[in-house]
């Protein structure tokens, strides 16, 4: 549970802020402060039974975890992820992984197994805390409970729930009602900003033909070929968890026919291959339509709003990235 290989390098130096969006790095200086806290005396930590030791310094008053609370690309993840690697833990007592990954690690541990693992580590970093399965939110808000009980430091950003679109960002009180009596334990932190993936660059790359694709992913080792319809029935058949192992050893992925998807399930299941993808700079190279009218407009009014405009964002930026592997591949 480590930030994916496209935020293994990203630090509190390298965000480069907004200067139209104080919030942001106004957002840097209080994460700085916040991974700086990260197993000081006092946080956490187990008990020293029968042994007098000085008396540590009084924990902070008020919440003592994170919610980040922004729109999409904005880069939420990036300071989530910069938080992760200046907390002076030890790499083994940091936990980072999306909500999806945690809500695996209990169903493969059970619930107790999951408290007794990460109890011990002195901070979990949760990315797109999920707020449309109410199922899932109960489970993974009361393992954060236990968590928080025992001294771990959280920090998370969110997904919008269905119905509350707004201007296309994150609701910190969706967040902090959903999560119901954890919601003492965080401390909402606005991040204000346009898309970073699309601020200042040019418009998407238009769509190769169907021949250039093939052509272009013949001379590039360790590329994928897929025909899009074939895709999405494959990853019918796969559960979501393992579409990062799906990408192992995959260095670009060319897809001929891309079309409008034809439904919300379909839908949902390409918007978590794309952020696998993203995580691991894998780019995509495509034929058929653009990667901005995969989803129907209906789809793009609806609950699951911000994850479609997520995927479309990352799709855009991972198709740029294309540009450089056609061109060494013809």
């Not at 998407?204 to 074939?230: H, I, K, M, N």
Request: hydrophobic fraction near 40%.
């Amino acid at each position: 549970m480590v930030p994916p290989p496209r935020f293994d390098g990203v630090r509190f130096d390298n965000y480069i802020p907004d200067p139209a969006q104080p919030s942001q790095a106004e957002a840097v200086r209080v994460l700085r402060g916040f991974a700086a806290s990260v197993g000081a005396p006092g946080e956490g930590g187990r008990r020293r039974w029968f042994r007098r030791a000085p008396a540590a310094p009084a924990a902070p008053a008020g919440p003592t975890g994170v919610y980040l609370d922004g729109g999409y690309g904005v880069g939420k993840t990036h300071l989530l992820a910069s938080t992760w690697h200046a907390a002076p833990a030890p790499r083994e007592q940091k936990a980072f992984g999306t909500f999806v990954e945690l809500t695996n690690l209990v169903g493969a541990l059970g619930f107790q197994h999951a408290v007794q693992a990460l109890s011990d580590h002195k901070l979990l970093c949760i990315d797109e805390f999920e707020l449309d399965d109410p199922g899932d939110t109960v489970l993974v808000s009361t393992l954060l409970a236990k968590l928080a009980d025992a001294g771990v430091k959280l920090m998370a950003t969110s997904n919008t729930l269905p119905g509350k679109l707004g201007e296309g960002r994150f609701a910190a009180s969706d967040f902090m009602r959903e999560i119901q009596g954890l919601s003492a334990h965080f401390r909402s932190l606005r991040v204000d900003g346009e898309d970073y993936r699309h601020r200042g660059l040019p418009a998407a790359p238009a769509p190769y033909t169907d021949e250039e694709v093939t052509a272009a992913a013949s001379g590039v080792p360790g590329a994928s070929l897929d025909d899009f319809g074939a895709l999405l029935e494959h990853l019918s058949r796969v559960h979501p968890s393992r579409y990062g192992a799906l990408t192992d050893g995959v260095r670009a992925v060319f897809l001929r026919g891309v079309t409008p998807v034809p439904d919300q399930g379909t839908a949902l299941r390409l918007v978590v291959l794309a952020d696998r993808l993203y995580d691991r700079e894998v780019p995509v190279t495509a034929s058929g339509v653009p990667f901005d009218e995969m989803f129907s407009e209906e789809m793009l009014r609806g609950g699951y709003r911000k994850k479609y405009f997520r995927a479309i964002s990352r799709l855009v930026a991972l198709a740029r990235d294309s540009g450089k592997v056609v061109a060494e591949g013809r």
